[in-house]
């Protein structure tokens, strides 16, 4: 059995360097990755990554590799590196601390993403709420110019590539990656149909690289260091290390790194401490409100993207909020649901429409106001929005609804005949 | 009234907009700079009717994104916005609590400002400080976590600033 504990890599500068001066980052090999980069071909960069099996760390875990190749092999010669930091999903802060702990890593990591693809200008589009992400981006991008880390003939080569920094304006939908495309455009984030993907149809037209602010803060190292050192982390499914966002009822909340596969109980009881004294691990939300309740008989299962599928969960944004014996499912579904309901973009009617009736449904059932059918009319819901719904969005919302009415069944049953639970009438209570 | 405050505020607008390249893919960076320099914190017609025109844009094509995003508003707003979460993580450690202290504290409800211009609170939802919850920000600085009894002491700070 491999022995788990944290293993920092992508945090290993986060609280110990300045992420205002360029020159902490540059004591740490910073940039050395790229300069590694410089030397080799933009195909040969792309298939280290290919190699490494780094997979992307925004929620679906598409493989880099190929996604960079895309756009290497496009017919467009204008090409564009969008980094998605527009971290929405709830429990999920991981995103954030690297932006503010390791600025310069993220950059890094776009420039020998546009080194390897042909592009010669990168956005990072950060949620509008994170200002203090976009000052030290915005202070690290004109650091890593005047040392010629970005701007005209990069470190003396002929490549040249900039970056600038873009402020969303509070829309989780937007980090959907064509809604994402279209607020860039100045225009509201409606989520596009794919195909065609940003790839060969991204940032006004043209093939586009769209990769999450951990995915990227991958890529030095793997390039300094080369694709096998980086497979001896993780899984064969999942190489690497992850971010993991602890929230909820733990002793310890907060960030860790370890290697994919971590199970899950070690994730709780030994990096967050397990719940405060004297309580019960009641459940895990796993992946951020879009994942699945798991239960506590389920903790043995190793957080990487595969094992999660298998058992129907997802590993998403790597987000693990944990809640005890005090908490109530159907009152925490209810917050998912409220949730969706209000992060809904509207273009679509299944989630339009499907989010609002499933909010109210579920006050049916926390009022106790009906009987099983309410539970079997949330599932036709969210089974019209799997298959109806225009983006990912509306098209996940079925699982944390499934994964709650299959494996806390009881709770909703007990709502349905004995009435609302004091956490549910204490809820209710805001209007907002 | 919106005239008056369109002539004493015209130079200064134009001068944020000429920093600014006439490109659709500018709008939502011009709406935040706009909307930094109203000293009421929100996008009046006049700013929209600015943006547009800058921008080469029908003003209903900037309503259409305008109306889109949560942090924009087409209302007065007051000095300090208080942005309070009710995502999953705050709702199970106490967001309710606390947004009902804010309210009684403030003497409004959420979406409202102080009569005094003062605050406006704003629910929203997950601001990724979940390590933090129940938590908020007020403008651009993060708080938590927060029990209903600390909201006073937290107030007090940003009404003392104004004195
Ligand atoms: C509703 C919704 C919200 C999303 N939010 C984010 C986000 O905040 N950050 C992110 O990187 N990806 C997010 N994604 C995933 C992106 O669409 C996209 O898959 C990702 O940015 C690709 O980058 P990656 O391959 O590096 O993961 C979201 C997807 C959906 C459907
Ligand atoms: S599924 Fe929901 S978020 Fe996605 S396009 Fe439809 S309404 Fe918008
Ligand atoms: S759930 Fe409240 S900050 Fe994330």
């Known amino acids: 059995m491999k022995a788990f504990a944290e293993r920092k890599i992508l945090l290993s500068n986060v609280g110990l360097i300045d992420p205002e001066r360029i020159d902490d980052y540059l004591e740490r090999g910073g940039y050395g990755g790229l300069r590694a980069a410089l030397e080799r071909t933009p195909a040969d960069v ?19 590799g190929i996604k960079w190749e895309f756009v290497l092999k496009s017919r467009g010669k204008t090409r564009y590196v969008v980094c998605n930091a527009d971290e929405g999903e709830p429990g999920t802060f991981k995103d954030r601390v ?14 020998i993403c546009g080194y390897a693809v042909g592009a010669r200008r990168g956005f990072i589009y950060v949620r509008g709420e994170y200002a203090l992400s976009i000052r030290r981006l915005e202070r690290a991008i004109s650091q890593a110019r005047e040392r010629g880390f970005l701007g005209r003939g990069i470190l003396g080569s ?15 939908v937007c980090g959907e990656e064509t809604a994402l495309l279209e607020s860039m455009e100045g225009k509201r984030g409606w989520p596009r149909i794919r195909p065609p993907f940003p790839a060969d149809h991204g940032f006004r037209g043209r093939p586009t690289v769209v990769n999450n602010v951990e995915t990227l803060a991958n890529v030095p190292e793997i390039v300094r260091r080369g694709a096998a050192w980086y497979r001896t982390l993780g899984t064969a499914d999942s190489p ?5 966002p602890l929230s909820g009822a733990l002793t310890r909340t907060g960030l860790v790194e370890a290697e994919m596969g971590i199970p899950l109980r070690t994730l709780i009881f030994d990096l967050g401490g397990g719940p405060p004294e004297g309580r019960e691990l009641k459940g895990v939300l796993v992946g951020g409100a879009a994942g699945a309740f798991l239960a506590p008989d389920e903790l043995d299962i190793p957080m990487d993207f595969g094992s999660l599928r298998r058992i129907g969960a997802i590993l998403g944004s790597g987000a693990v909020l944990a809640f005890d014996d005090t908490a109530c499912v159907v009152d925490l579904l209810g917050s998912v649901l409220s949730f969706f309901a209000h992060e809904s973009c509207g273009q679509c009617t299944p989630c339009r429409v499907g989010t609002a009736v499933l909010v109210d449904l579920l006050a049916r059932v926390r009022s106790g106001n009906g009987d099983a059918s309410v539970l079997d009319a949330m599932r036709r819901v969210t089974e019209v929005m799997e298959v109806a719904s225009l983006c990912p969005l509306g098209q996940s919302v079925g699982l944390p609804v499934g994964t709650a009415l299959e494996k806390f069944r009881g709770e909703f049953e007990s709502h349905l005949k004995r009435g609302p639970c004091p956490r549910c009438e204490a809820a209710t209570e805001v209007h907002a | 009234m919106e005239g008056r405050i369109a002539m004493e505020h015209r130079p200064k607008r134009w001068e944020i907009l000429r920093r600014f390249p006439r490109r659709r893919d500018q709008l939502l960076p011009v709406l935040h700079a706009l909307q930094r320099a109203n000293p009421r914190n929100y996008l009046s017609p006049d700013d929209l009717r600015a943006a547009a025109e800058h921008l080469r844009l029908p003003l209903a094509a900037v309503y259409d994104a305008v109306t889109f995003y949560s942090m924009f508003s087409l209302v007065p707003r007051g000095r300090h916005i208080i942005r309070v979460c009710r995502s999953p993580t705050c709702h199970l450690l106490g967001a309710t609590p606390l947004i009902g202290a804010l309210e009684r504290e403030l003497g409004i409800r959420a979406g409202e400002t102080t009569p005094d211009g003062l605050f406006t609170l704003e629910v929203v939802s997950c601001l990724g400080l979940c390590d933090r919850a129940p938590a908020l920000m007020i403008d651009e600085e993060p708080f938590g976590p927060l029990s209903p009894g600390d909201v006073g002491a937290l107030l007090a700070r940003y009404r003392e600033v104004v004195r």
């Open chain 1, 158 to 172: 002929d490549f040249s590539f900039d970056i600038e920094v873009r402020a969303g304006a509070g829309a989780y």
């Open chain 1, 46 to 64: 792309v298939e280290e990554l290919k190699e490494s099996g780094l997979r992307g760390r925004g929620g679906a875990g598409f493989p880099t």
């Open chain 1, 98 to 111: 690297l932006m503010e702990g390791d600025p310069h890593r993220l950059i890094e990591g776009m420039a």
């Open chain 1, 240 to 244: 690497g290390t992850k971010l993991y």
